[in-house]
């Protein structure tokens, strides 16, 4: 029971410490509030502010413990001794008696529940796989360490550094407790935000709309960030319609802050910006009033909150945009072909049609893993709030702010327009009390964990138990987190790795909890070539079988280059080995060559290492112009080139070229002689090689990874030693 | 008005310090040596059915082990064997034709086969422990990669009790190089 109190303080001070500065930030700003959403937007923006002092902290190195005590303490300390915590400001009026118990009691209800989810121990996917496992690893290196072999460390880390602030007291936990905190912000936002309108039972139907969906709840007690986002959109929107209605000028520097940190929450967010530039300019334009300040001053808080990120990743990573843009920021740290998988699929999660997406984001959840509850099929219906200003309001922000859907179609991304859609689609019947009251005692029917459970798709993302004790840590966390599969796998690897060892696996989660470094497969452009390398002695089509052969009267060259000629969407060039050669000798590789490739030139070594599993690739379709060069010295006689690279057919679809000495390319041969290229050596132990050549120790193999079972008949051919075993996943030692 | 100016100008103090191009071209690497695979010894392609991890390599009709150096077998017991070498390699099976089966099947007539592909076939006209070795011609192999090897045996020992079916007793199945 004692093991709760850390991870309680550590979210409580966390919580305090965003409340007092969101309190200092809006304590000029009194008359324009109700003393309830001043404290819960001040909580909002709070967040941002100290998620601001944890990027600086960060950035410097200066994330100790006895440093956020500091910050903790003199930001509550300097709040009160201010008189920034007091509250005054009008007060709405009280509920009606039967809104008032029908929102208790669902509220109460339901935090039950996701109280106990969140304070239990932490073992959500991607809270595990990287939301955290990111944090931690601030955590040990009190600030930013350089990470260019995890695109996930690149994206804008907004809640993370609120996490990081409460992990260092509390740890995962503390962390869950904080993201749960926003749902509780959010949730009475939604019922201050009816309440303001004049219409309170629209307020609390659309604040139990919110509550209750199922996948609002499981993201919220868990250390995801999506809740958090949609707290930020809405304290945003709200903050809109504030100072719509009171023009007061020091709103627009917290609606700027607000709009910034959509940005540093979550890239998806990154409408928030033009959609508050865009409302106030409307409303300025339509008043005649100036419009250049107030867009100057929420440019430039916005900018305070997303430079930082985008400044952090062109600095470590060299694009600003990162993981994104690789397009537009060519960079070696994540593959252009990576970026398009990516996309690819999470413009799908692997449904066959957009038409089925109602039904799997409401009902059904297991293919787009969350479902928001049946009462949102009622979507629609929510156009009929569009004959009141405050709808017509709702729907515009919920309909910017989540255009980007389509980018990611999971239910999650979902989760920022959801109390956008449930106040307008309570707006929509307000009218009409009973009906809302049916609507409401429906949705909460339908919602309620005991009861979805019937018609979800097993195994959809939800809460689906109440952890009392786990949560209170009368059963051990590790005991609570042994049912998780990857948690053990992890443990494992923690047992029989030692500390500094390095290990690779294709895929893994739960790294939060795991002490050690493991590269992911497919998380950098580093990574990515590793897992070539590895799969290259299973995979015939990656293997170097072909010999491309370039013949021609011997003369001397200045640079010599392999060029594509051919076009193919579906395929990437690669190359295992350009050699070059004089009379029947290879010109041994001299260390004054400069070897540069086009695109991806920081991978062209791979084409001139000798090695028969690593390659150059293009990582992206193959298309015309694309090149391997070489740039001699001095002048270099040469009479053949050969290309080793495997069978497929972009491969063979090459010509070479040559800069003679006046200084202008030609075209040196345009049809190669193909042959078979027999490969000798053995290519099992060469990759193993090759990964203990950048520093792995370890490989983690599990049962449904390609090749699994080769590794599993034939380790000693690998190079391997089965160091560890988990539920058939095998740590293997390279020798 | 200063602090924006002075801001404007930080911000590109800060872009400007940012600028760290990277290199475009690169010097020949360290040169990678053949890697020889590992030395495999005579046994590498053989499976051994009272080691504990022939499990993975094989691919049907053989029981289970149960700590003794040999199991019986079904109609065709198949293994996979990873090769290392093409050249000069032969198949190689210790089986033995129990006394007992023999007297309800009579002679046994066994074939020998490498990735499907008939090596022999051979009559059996005795019980007892029997070897057989034939050299495997190298274009049936690839090298590194896996070959499947196997015996198929023409009559079965039922069980009279259980009805289960028996076909030999395997001790060793495989190449040698």
């Known amino acids: 029971m004692m093991h709760v109190l850390p991870i309680l303080f550590g979210a409580l001070f966390t919580l305090a410490t965003a409340w007092s500065l969101g309190m200092l930030l809006l304590r000029n700003l009194a008359p324009s509030f109700d003393a309830w959403e001043r404290r819960l937007l001040a909580f909002i923006a709070g967040s941002a502010c100290l998620s601001e002092i944890m990027f600086a902290l960060s950035a410097a190195k200066l994330v100790h413990r006895g440093v956020l005590l500091a910050v903790g303490l003199a930001s509550i300390g300097y709040a009160a001794y201010s008189g920034a915590l007091r509250s005054p400001g009008k007060a709405f009026e009280p509920l009606g008696l039967l809104w008032r118990w029908v929102f208790i009691a669902v509220f109460a209800g339901l935090t039950w529940y996701a109280f106990f989810n969140a304070l239990a121990p932490e073992h959500s996917s991607d809270g595990m796989a990287y939301h955290l496992s990111e944090v931690s690893i601030y955590q040990h290196a009190h600030g930013f360490p350089r990470i260019t072999n995890d695109v996930y460390a690149n994206l804008s880390q907004g809640i993370e550094l609120l996490y990081l602030f409460a992990f260092d007291f509390g740890r995962h936990s503390a962390a869950a407790l904080v993201h749960y905190a926003f749902l509780i912000a959010l949730v009475f936002l939604v019922l201050s935000y009816g309440r303001r309108i004049g219409r309170p039972a629209v307020g ?74 865009g409302f106030v300019v409307w409303k300025l334009w339509r008043a005649r009033k100036p419009l250049l300040g107030p867009v100057l001053v929420i440019g430039l808080s916005a900018a305070v909150m997303i430079l930082p990120w985008m400044l952090k990743d062109w600095i470590e990573v060299a694009n600003p945009f990162a993981p994104l843009a690789n397009r537009v920021f060519p960079n070696p740290y994540a593959h252009i072909s990576w970026e398009d998988e990516w996309r690819s699929y999470l413009s799908t999660y692997g449904l066959h049609s957009r038409w089925q997406i109602p039904l799997e984001a409401t009902v059904k959840g297991g293919q787009l893993e969350g479902f928001l509850g049946p009462s949102f099929l009622l979507t629609p219906l929510a156009l009929l709030a569009l004959r009141f200003r405050e709808g ?34 309570a707006l929509a019947v307000a009218n009409l009390p009973w009906l809302l009251l049916a609507l409401v005692a429906a949705n909460v029917i339908t919602c309620w964990p005991a009861v979805y459970g019937r018609y979800c798709t097993p195994g ?74 590895l799969l290259t002695p299973l995979v015939r089509d990656y293997q170097p079988a072909l010999s491309l052969k370039f013949d021609f009267p011997a003369r001397e060259f200045r640079k010599l280059r392999v060029v594509q000629k051919g076009s193919e969407p579906e395929d990437q060039w690669s190359m295992a080995e350009l050699r070059i050669f004089e009379g029947p000798n290879e010109l041994p590789r001299d260390p004054g060559w400069r070897l540069t490739a086009h695109p991806n030139p920081w991978e062209v070594q791979m084409a001139f290492d000798n090695s028969p599993v690593t390659r150059w690739r293009s990582w992206q379709p193959a298309s015309p112009g694309m090149y391997v060069e070489v740039d001699f010295p001095r002048p270099q006689p040469a009479s053949s080139v050969t290309v080793e690279a495997s069978d497929e057919m972009v491969n063979t679809k090459i010509r070479l070229e040559g800069m003679g000495m006046d200084g202008q390319w030609s075209t040196v041969s345009d049809h190669p002689v193909i042959s078979a290229h027999p490969i000798l050596s053995s290519l099992r132990m060469a990759a193993i090689a090759e990964l203990k050549t950048r520093g792995i120790q370890y490989v983690l193999i599990h049962p449904g990874d390609f090749g699994a079972d080769d590794f599993l008949r ?22 | 008005m200063f602090l924006i100016r002075a801001a404007c100008l930080l911000l590109c103090v800060l872009c400007l310090a940012a600028c760290d191009r990277l290199p475009q071209s690169y010097p020949p690497p360290e040169q990678r040596q053949p890697v020889a695979g590992f030395n495999p010894g005579p046994d590498a392609m053989m499976v051994s059915m009272e080691d504990s991890d022939a499990d993975p390599v094989i691919v049907k009709d053989i029981y289970p082990g149960t700590g003794i150096p040999w199991r019986w077998t079904k109609q065709e017991p198949t293994v996979k064997v990873l090769v290392f070498s093409t050249e000069s390699v032969k198949f190689s099976a210790d089986f033995a034709i129990w006394d007992d089966s023999f007297k309800t099947t009579g002679p046994l007539e066994i074939s020998f086969l490498v990735n499907g592909k008939l090596l022999d076939k051979i009559r059996y006209t005795t019980p007892g422990k029997k070897h057989f070795e034939k050299p495997v011609p190298a274009d049936w192999l690839a090298g590194n990669t896996e070959a499947t090897v196997a015996l198929s045996v023409d009559k079965l020992y039922i069980a009279p009790r259980s009805g289960d079916e028996y076909g030999v007793i395997l001790s060793r199945l495989g190449l040698k190089p």
């Not at chain 1, 959509?262 to 928030?272: I, P, R, S």
């Not at chain 1, 690779?504 to 998380?523: M, V």
Request: a positive charge; one cysteine or more.
């Open chain 1, 392 to 425: 017509r309001q709702l729907l515009l922000a919920g309909l910017v702010l989540g255009s980007t859907y389509f980018s990611n179609v999971g239910t999650r991304f979902l989760i920022p327009v959801v109390p956008f859609i449930s106040v307008a689609l």
């Open chain 1, 460 to 533: 959809a993302w939800q809460i689906y138990e109440l952890p009392v004790k786990a949560a209170l840590r009368l059963q051990s966390e590790d005991a609570y987190l042994s049912r998780d599969p990857d948690y053990n796998i992890v443990r494992m690897m923690g047992r029989v790795v030692p500390p500094g060892g390095r290990i690779f696996a294709i895929g893994q989660n739960g790294t939060s909890y795991l002490p050690r470094e493991l590269l992911i497969g497919y998380r950098s452009a580093a990574n990515e070539v590793m897992q070539d390398i």
């Open chain 1, 204 to 277: 609390v139907a659309g604040a139990i709309f919110t509550y209750t969906c199922p996948v609002v709840l499981r993201d919220a007690t868990t250390a995801y960030i999506d809740v958090a986002l949609a707290a930020v959109l809405f304290a945003l929107f709200y903050l809109l319609q504030v100072w719509d209605e009171s023009r007061d000028p020091k709103l627009i520097v917290p609606i700027g802050i607000l709009a910034g940190f959509g940005y540093a929450v979550k890239y998806t967010a990154f409408l928030a910006l033009p959609y508050a530039v």
């Open chain 1, 714 to 735: 034939y380790p000693a051919a690998w190079g391997l030693r089965l160091a560890g075993e988990e539920n058939g996943t095998r740590l293997y030692r390279i020798r």
